[in-house]
Nanobody, 117 residues
Framework: QVQLVESGGGLVQAGGSLRLSCAAS????????MGWFRQAPGKEREFVAR??????YYADSVKGRFTVSGDNAKNTLYLQMNGLKPEDTAVYYC????????????WGQGTQVAVSS
């Protein structure tokens, strides 16, 4: 099993920055992909960013403001969020897609991000 623990959420004013971290423990893989998702109140969970072997992908809504990065040695995924907007307010989740899997099989418990106007 893999355990994912997010941290770094909080309350910030519009235009501010936060850095989320996601630490993975338990079963390790030599190659895997990880992603960030978010869910705002009353809305469905949505994709934010993906990190796979150094390649990165972003939702259009965060492109140019968020940066995803990974540290294989530390089994940690990061999400640097700059230029935050009130519409970025959500619970942010990290997820891991093991090799050979077509989906994210492991999810963290989430960390709350609130952006005030």
């Amino acid at each position: 099993q893999v355990q994912l623990v997010e941290s770094g959420g909080g309350l910030v004013q519009a235009g501010g920055s936060l850095r989320l971290s996601c630490a993975a423990s338990g079963r390790t893989f030599t190659r895997y992909a990880m992603g960030w998702f978010r869910q705002a109140p009353g809305k469905e969970r949505e994709f934010v960013a993906r990190w796979s072997g150094g390649a990165t992908y972003y939702a259009d809504s965060v492109k140019g403001r968020f940066t995803v990065s990974g540290d294989n040695a530390k089994n940690t995924l990061y999400l640097q969020m700059n230029g935050l907007k009130p519409e970025d307010t959500a619970v942010y989740y990290c997820a891991l897609q093991p090799p050979g899997s077509a989906k994210y099989d492991y999810w963290g418990q989430g960390t709350q991000v609130a952006v005030s106007s």
